[in-house]
């Protein structure tokens, strides 16, 4: 589960610091409380923004 704010090492994308990206492939949304529950068969039409914080190495 990833939530507003969550930082997240991932391998290998070719951006630089700063650049964002988007995730279309989003199996579940839900609020804080898990009362709105939102399940893909597989996905949703949905989309998260990533924003690279830190290139490592």
Do not use: H, R, Y
Not at 18 to 38: H, I, P, Q, T
């Amino acid at each position: 589960m990833v939530q507003e704010g969550d930082q997240l090492i991932v391998d290998k994308l070719d951006l630089e610091d700063g650049k964002s990206f988007d995730v279309e492939e989003v199996l579940a949304v839900f609020d804080e409380k898990a009362e709105n529950v939102s399940l893909g068969t597989p996905t949703l039409k949905a989309k998260v923004t990533c924003e690279v914080v830190q290139f490592q190495k």
